[in-house]
Nanobody, 122 residues
Framework: EVQVVESGGGSVQAGGSLRLSCVSS?????MGWFRQAPGKEREAVAGAMGDDHTAYADSVKGRFTISKDDASDTLHLQMNSLKPEDTAMYYC???????????????????WGQGIQVTVSS
C-alpha cells in the first residue's frame, strides 16, 4: 500500500507564504493537493503530472505553484499571497492510473495523506 505523507503548513498572516511538501512511498503518475475548510466540502487546489503538466483551481491561480519531482515522488506546493479564505486542512493525494485531465478530479486519486493544517489570519 502506498503511503502519502504531508509536511509543512502552519499559521501565517494574510499576504504571507507557506510551502507544503508531500512524499509518496511508491510510484505515482499524478499527485495533487486538495483542501477542506470547516463546514465545506473538500475541493481541488492543484495537481501535477510529470515535469510539465499542472492544473490549478481558479481561486489559487497566480498565487500557488505546484511542482513534482518524479525521481523522488515528491510534490511541493508553494503558496504565496495567502488569504484568510485559504485556511483549511490540506490533503496530498497520489495515483498511478490517471491522465492530465484528471489532475483536479478527487475521485481519480487512490492514495491520500492524513492532512495538514494551514491557517491564515487577517
Amino acid at each position: 500500500e502506498v503511503q502519502v505523507v504531508e509536511s509543512g503548513g502552519g499559521s501565517v498572516q494574510a499576504g504571507g507564504s507557506l510551502r507544503l511538501s508531500c512524499v509518496s512511498s511508491g510510484y505515482t503518475v499524478c499527485m495533487g493537493w486538495f483542501r477542506q475548510a470547516p463546514g465545506k466540502e473538500r475541493e481541488a487546489v492543484a495537481g501535477a503530472m510529470g515535469d510539465d503538466h499542472t492544473a490549478y483551481a481558479d481561486s489559487v491561480k497566480g498565487r500557488f505553484t505546484i511542482s513534482k519531482d518524479d525521481a523522488s515522488d515528491t510534490l511541493h506546493l508553494q503558496m504565496n499571497s495567502l488569504k484568510p479564505e485559504d485556511t483549511a486542512m490540506y490533503y496530498c493525494a497520489a495515483s498511478y492510473g490517471c491522465s492530465t485531465s484528471d489532475l483536479l478530479q478527487e475521485e481519480k486519486y487512490r492514495y491520500w495523506g492524513q492532512g495538514i493544517q494551514v491557517t491564515v489570519s487577517s
